[in-house]
């Protein structure tokens, strides 16, 4: 019979530590009467890491592809169990008390997170930086972001069952595959829960492989680029907003507040607001289909409307409008420059044909352009 549960623990030179984690979970499964397997995910150690886990008569399996990340898939694509439990071998958790988390996912949880800052963090366990910094502000990025309400996003310790894991479809190979998971999870709307535990300090002598400004960035631009509407819509939307407004006011003359007089020079920044606005609407759409189509994120009924309400007739024939209306103004400007024998203009007034001439003209060709490649990107549709 296939076992309940797998503890699966990446381990890359961890032959202080290792012997102690695999002891205590296999002190878990009989106090608990829990029929278990250990897997020990290798990730290329040289201080006889192996040999360790060969001892104590484990499942080894060796990662060659370097990372956190890699050598956490080919252990839990390896584990046999119904559950899994992945968990660091450096000491700091408890494998002794993973029945919380059992619990958890027998009651039909997919994903069973814990909270280090609800059960607790022993003095010295955790660097001053993570404690107060890094896992804090990322975990409220994550919050924010993905509508999740987990607390504590980069708990080494966590369970799921084997069924969940397929269905998240994790891709990522370092560190940031913690955050994945929970991403993940969160998009596909998996059923996740938390529950308590207790951090403590790292059992080795040498240095951990986190690192913490390299591995926080990993982190953070992992959330960052899998939210498009954080990263792209709502600034192109604002940007857009407040372009088109201030671009408008200044287009019926100059606009004064207090001592400062705002005329068509300010016109040209506001119309670069409404470009540049428009320029991270645009990357915001070619951004989700390729993540959709490369199956990076979940599809969702918004993105197939999205395929309905866009396409490239309806691109070139809105964009085609554009260009037409900015020559328009382009040519009531050369006939207003024709006036005074093609000669210097001092007059504001052209000033205010031309800018939003130009801008219908620049954002009509965008709009074509990205007409054209959207529908490549989406040729499957």
């Known amino acids: 019979m296939n076992p309940e549960l797998s503890v699966v623990m990446p381990c890359l030179n961890e032959a202080e530590t290792l012997a102690v984690c695999i002891k205590k ?46 050598a956490l898939r080919s252990g839990i694509e390896a584990a ?20 919380p988390y059992i619990l958890k996912l ?26 107060y910094l890094g896992n804090p502000v990322l975990s409220f990025i994550g919050r924010l972001f993905f509508k999740s309400n987990i607390g504590d996003f980069h708990c080494g310790l966590r369970g799921f069952s084997k069924e969940a894991y397929y269905k998240m479809e994790l891709k990522t190979t370092g560190m940031e595959f913690a955050s994945e998971m ?37 982190h953070l631009r992992f959330l960052v680029l899998y939210s498009p509407n954080w990263l792209f819509l709502i600034p192109g939307f604002l940007m857009m907003v407040i372009g088109i407004i201030t671009s408008t006011l200044l287009l019926f003359g100059p606009l004064k507040i ?17 470009l540049i606005g428009f320029q991270f609407i645009l990357f915001y759409g070619l951004t989700k289909v390729f993540t959709v189509e490369n199956e990076l994120l979940p ?8 395929f309905k309400f866009i396409n490239l007739e309806k691109g070139l024939v809105t964009g085609l409008i554009l260009v037409i209306m900015g020559i328009v103004l382009s040519i009531s400007a050369y006939s207003d420059w024709q006036e005074i024998s093609f000669g210097d203009i001092y007059n504001n007034a052209v000033f205010r ?27 499957n549709k």
Do not use: C
């Open 80 to 99: 046999n169990g119904t559950y899994v439990i992945m968990g660091d071998a450096d000491d700091s958790y408890d494998f002794t008390n993973l029945m």
């Open 353 to 379: 044909t031309v800018i939003p001439a130009v801008t219908l003209m620049l954002l009509g060709i965008q709009i074509i352009l990205f007409s054209l490649f959207f529908s490549i990107l989406g040729l």
């Open 106 to 131: 027998r009651e039909g949880n997919d994903l069973v997170m814990g909270n280090r800052f609800k059960g607790g963090i022993k003095k010295g366990a955790m660097p001053f930086l993570h404690k």
């Open 258 to 274: 207090g001592n400062i007089n705002f005329d068509i020079h300010t016109l040209l920044f506001t119309s670069g607001f409404v």
């Open 25 to 70: 979970a296999k002190h878990f499964f009989e106090k608990e009467s829990i029929n278990g397997e250990v897997l020990i995910a290798d990730n290329g150690s040289t201080d006889g890491s192996q040999q360790i886990a060969k001892d104590l008569k484990v499942t080894l399996i060796n990662v060659p592809k370097k990372g956190y990340g890699n």
């Open 182 to 218: 929970i991403v993940k999870a969160s998009l596909k709307n998996l059923k996740i829960a938390e529950v308590p535990t207790i951090l403590s300090p790292d059992g080795r002598t040498r240095q951990p492989h986190l690192n913490t400004w390299r591995d926080g960035w990993r």
């Open 299 to 306: 599809k969702s009924k918004k993105y197939d409307r999205l």
